[in-house]
């Protein structure tokens, strides 16, 4: 609190070379009422008062209440320009001040030291994704030896009893999930409990798709294209042997060639390894592609599920 009881926003920022944190102090009758912070993409050659003069420019053109003064950790670019404007949008003289010294200075500092810790939670937290997504898919990579996973595909099937069967299929990439590119299935030519037979009808009307919207394409139709022209760099099915080469052999049929890795299940229906190119590769339960994996099991048969009760 301040004795003075004026109307005050302090603003202060930190920054690295792409990414800068401005947080803002909102003193309203002398008193601190809130606070808030923004992120700024920013360029290497950006300096801080660059930044914070784009950010009063940006900030004040859309804020409904202009206070009479505005106090910055540095002097700005245009500082007496900046002021004509605001004071002219308030109506009542506007000041931006740098303050040197006492308690204003104090504030500042403030606004900075809780910029610098929003800029490194976050950074850590960006890290931390980084590591469940972009991190686990590099670990499939080496468990799998191969280069480029960015699209990946898996499968799933649902019914009770053979009633209403359904699949689906759902992407993920960059090891998030893309749900945009989700599709489900109502099975046409299977008829009671035929998961092998299921997978088979989902796979080859899934591809067969993606084949005649290219082919449809390249003929000069580009609004047939979908998320089904978009192949996978790998497929995951949801079991081991039997279900790799159910997908391999309608790969086969369609002139396609798309590695096909398979979930091996233990006696507990934990998946235990991986089966790839006829050899199950054992996975280590802790890492991170074995959470990925899990992942992406739990979200196909999330979708089918959903889709099968939404039937019923």
């Not at 590119?181 to 080859?204: A, N, Q």
Request: aromatic share 8%; with cysteine; charged share 30%.
């Amino acid at each position: 609190t301040n004795t003075d009881g004026e109307d005050k926003d302090i603003i202060a920022l930190a920054n690295d070379d792409v990414d800068a944190v401005v947080q803002v102090f909102f003193v309203r009758n002398g008193k601190i009422i809130g606070r808030d912070h923004f992120h700024v993409r920013v360029g290497t050659e950006d300096d801080k008062s660059d930044i914070l003069t784009q950010f009063v420019k940006q900030f004040y053109s859309g804020t409904p209440f202009i206070p009479r003064q505005i106090m910055l950790q540095e002097e700005i670019e245009e500082l007496s320009v900046l002021e004509a404007w605001l004071t002219k949008k308030k109506g009542q003289k506007v000041n931006i001040h740098i303050p040197q010294k006492g308690m204003k200075e104090k504030l500042v500092e403030l606004a900075m030291k809780n910029a610098q810790l929003v800029l490194s939670q976050d950074k850590e937290k960006i890290k931390r994704e980084e590591g469940r997504t972009i991190g686990a898919v590099k670990e499939l990579e080496k468990l799998l030896d191969m280069e480029g996973l960015f699209r990946m595909e898996a499968y799933d099937i649902s019914n009770i009893n053979g009633f209403e069967t359904v699949g689906s299929m759902i992407v993920y990439e960059k090891g998030k999930p893309k749900k945009s590119d989700y599709r489900k299935f109502k099975l046409k030519t299977i008829v009671g409990p035929d998961d092998y037979g299921s997978m088979r009808e989902v796979l080859t009307r899934r591809f067969k798709h993606g084949l005649q919207e290219l082919k449809e394409a390249e003929q000069g139709d580009k609004k047939v294209l979908s998320s089904f022209t978009r192949f996978p760099d790998i497929i995951l099915m949801d079991g081991g042997r039997g279900q790799v080469n159910i997908c391999l052999q309608v790969l086969q049929e369609l002139g396609l060639s798309i590695p096909v890795c398979g979930m091996v299940k233990d006696d507990f229906h934990r998946t235990r390894g991986l089966y790839f190119n006829n050899v199950e590769i054992p996975i280590d339960r802790h890492g991170e592609a074995f959470k990925l994996i899990t992942r992406i099991q739990d979200e196909a048969h999330r979708f089918a599920i959903e889709y099968h009760r939404s039937l019923r």
